[in-house]
C-alpha cells in the first residue's frame, strides 16, 4: 500500500510526512531517530502540554502578540487536543530527546497543522508556524517540565489518592468489624502474645493513613511549574508576566493549586520535586507490600497454613490441582509494588542526571511516575474491593492458636516469675499439652485467677 506524502522542511533540511499526518518535519525526524520501545507519551502529558499551548494562545491574542484568527485557531486546535481527539499524532518514542524538545515540537506541530486545516489552509504550508506562533513565549525546556508536573498532580489527585482514601476505608472498615476476633500475635514469624484481628487491621488502615499524607505532602512539589524560565531560567524571549498568567489559567482549568517555582534556574536544572513525589509513592509500595503479603500469609491454607482468614474466591488456581484456589489480588498488588519500587529507582537515577543548566531525563521519569500512579491507583482500589471488602474470619482457627500458643504463658510472668513461666513453657513444647492444661495439672495458680489471667481477651488491651 502506497502511502501519499508530503515534503516539509525546517532547519536541517527537507522531510518527507505523511500527506494527512497533523505532526510534520521535526516530529518525523524524532521517528525516524528513535525507534527504541513503541512506548508513546501518556494521555495526560499530552493533555498537559496542549493546556499550557491554549493559555499561552489565548494570552498572546490579548497582548496583540498574534493574529486574532491564528489565535483563535491555535485555541480550537489545543483545546481539541486536550480533549484527547489527536492523540494518534503524538507518535514519538518516550526515550527520545532528554529535554521533550521532540515531544513538545510534536504538540506545536499537531496544534499548528489543526489550526491550519480549521482555517482551511494546507497542511504543512505554516501559515500557523509550530514555532512562531503556538510556541511563542515558551521553551521546550520550561513547557516540558511544566507539563510532566501539571499531568503527575492530576494523576496523584484524580486518581491515586482516591483510590489509597478507598483502600484506608476498606481496611478501617474491616478493622471495626473484626475487632471481637481474637487470635494470635507473631513476632519474628514466631507466636506471640494475643491481639485482635481487628487491631491488626487497624495498623493497615494507619499506614495507608500514612502514605496518603506523604503524597499529598509530596503533591505540592508537583504544583510549582518551571514555565518562564524559558532555555536556561532567565526567562529569555518571554514577558516577565507571561508565564505566571498561563499558570493561573492552566490551574483554574485542572482545579489545582499550580504556581510558578520560587527558583526558574532549579526547577530547569533538577526535578527534584518529582523525586520527592516518586519517593512518597515508594513509600506507599513498601506499605502495601507488608499488607498484601500479611494479608496472604493470614489466609494461607485453607487446610495447612494460618488460615486465620478466608479470602474471597476469585479463580481456580491450578491448571492441575483441582479446587486449589490463590491469594490473587495479593499476589497482584505485589508485582504492582514492585513495578513502582524499580521506576522509582529510575526516577531517582533520573534526576540525578541533570548538567547545568538542564536536566535531560524527563520524558523517561515522566512515562515511569506516570505508570506508577496509574497501577497504584488501579492496585489499590481492586485489593479493597476485591480482596479487603470479602475477607472473613475463621473464628474458630483463630481462637483454636491462641489456646495452643507457649505465648500465653507471658500472662504469668508477673504472679510466678520469668523462669517458672519458661519452664512451663518448655514442658509444653515437649508434652504437646496447652500451657492452661499444665498449669491445672501443676495447680500453679488457683483456678479461677489462672482463668482470668489466662483470658485472651484481657491481653489485648480491651
Partial sequence: MTVELRTETDSLGEVEVAADALFGAQTQRAVDNFPVSGLR????????????????????????????????????AAHEVAAGQHDDQFVVDIFQTGSGTSSNMNANEVIAN???ALMGGRLGSKSVHPNDHVNKGQSSNDVFPSAVHIAAAEAVERDLLPAMVA????????????????????????????????????????MLSSSIRRVESARGALCQL?????????????????????????GREVALPLRQAPN????????????EASGALRATAVSLTKIANDVRWLGSGPRCGIGEISLPDLQPGSSIMPGKVNPVMSEMLLQVCAQVIGNDATIAWGGAAGNFELNVMTPVMA?????????????????AARCVEGIEPNVDRCRSLVEQS?????ALVPR????????????????????????????VLPSDELARLLDPEEMTGR
Fill in 406 to 410: 507457649l505465648a500465653m504463658v507471658t
Fill in 264 to 275: 526558574l534556574f532549579e526547577a530547569l536544572a533538577t526535578h527534584d520535586g518529582l523525586v
Fill in 41 to 76: 507519551l501518556p494521555r495526560r502529558v499530552i493533555r498537559a502540554l496542549a493546556l499550557i499551548k491554549k493559555a499561552a494562545a489565548e494570552l498572546n491574542k490579548d497582548a496583540g502578540h498574534l493574529p486574532p484568527a491564528i489565535a483563535d485557531a491555535i485555541i480550537a
Fill in 226 to 250: 518551571a514555565l518562564g524560565g524559558t532555555a536556561v531560567g532567565t526567562g529569555l524571549g518571554a514577558d516577565p508576566g507571561f508565564a505566571p498568567r498561563v499558570i493561573g489559567i492552566v
Fill in 167 to 206: 483502600l484506608e476505608g476498606a481496611l478501617g472498615a474491616k478493622a471495626k468489624a473484626l475487632d471481637y476476633v481474637i487470635k494470635i500475635g507473631r513476632t519474628h514469624l514466631m507466636d506471640a502474645v494475643p491481639i485482635r484481628l481487628g487491631q491488626e487491621f487497624s495498623g493497615y488502615a494507619a
Fill in 416 to 443: 510466678i516469675g520469668y523462669d517458672a513461666a519458661a519452664a512451663i513453657a518448655h514442658e509444653s513444647v515437649k508434652s504437646g499439652k496447652t500451657v492452661r492444661q499444665l498449669c491445672l495439672e501443676k495447680k
Fill in 114 to 116: 489543526r489550526a491550519i
Fill in 367 to 383: 512515562f515511569n511516575f506516570l505508570q506508577s500512579t496509574q497501577i497504584l491507583a488501579n492496585g489499590c482500589r481492586l485489593f
